[in-house]
């Protein structure tokens, strides 16, 4: 195990902890490999050869609206321009902007408004222009 020197004052205090046991460590990556080959499998049918996935960069609730009564920032069939808003991803009560990273048409909106929204999940379907 592991032994720490904590000193307050004077005096000298000694913290060990157990060594971690193997199997546990073991055990917790399987789950993640297994989900990390699944996520790339189930948003592959959805992008093809003619088109871009715009993907989420964090985990959290997708807002296709900058407020509930404002109109979304982009629909199917609009043009945008690199640098554009395309929703926003709130995480922690921050609202995150999502942009164009190069001028594209949205082909399909993959996320509705104020849903759940996975680390690398699509959110649209665009083609470069």
Do not use: W
Request: glycine share 6%; aromatic share 6%.
């Amino acid at each position: 195990g592991e032994k720490i020197h904590i000193k307050r004052g004077p005096e000298k205090e000694f913290v060990q902890f157990a060594a971690p046991q193997a199997p546990v460590a073991a055990v917790i990556p399987e789950p993640v490999s297994r989900a990390t080959e699944a996520s790339p499998g189930a948003s592959a049918p959805a992008v093809n050869d003619m088109y871009d996935a715009v993907p989420s960069p964090m985990v959290g609730t997708v807002y296709r609206k900058p407020s509930p009564e404002a109109a979304p920032f982009v629909e199917v069939g609009d043009v945008v321009e690199a640098g554009q808003t395309l929703c926003l991803v709130e995480a922690m009560k921050m609202y995150n902007e999502i942009e164009a990273e190069f001028k594209c048409k949205i082909v399909e909106i993959v996320k509705a408004d104020a849903t759940p929204v996975e680390f690398g999940e699509t959110l649209f379907l665009v083609e470069r222009l």
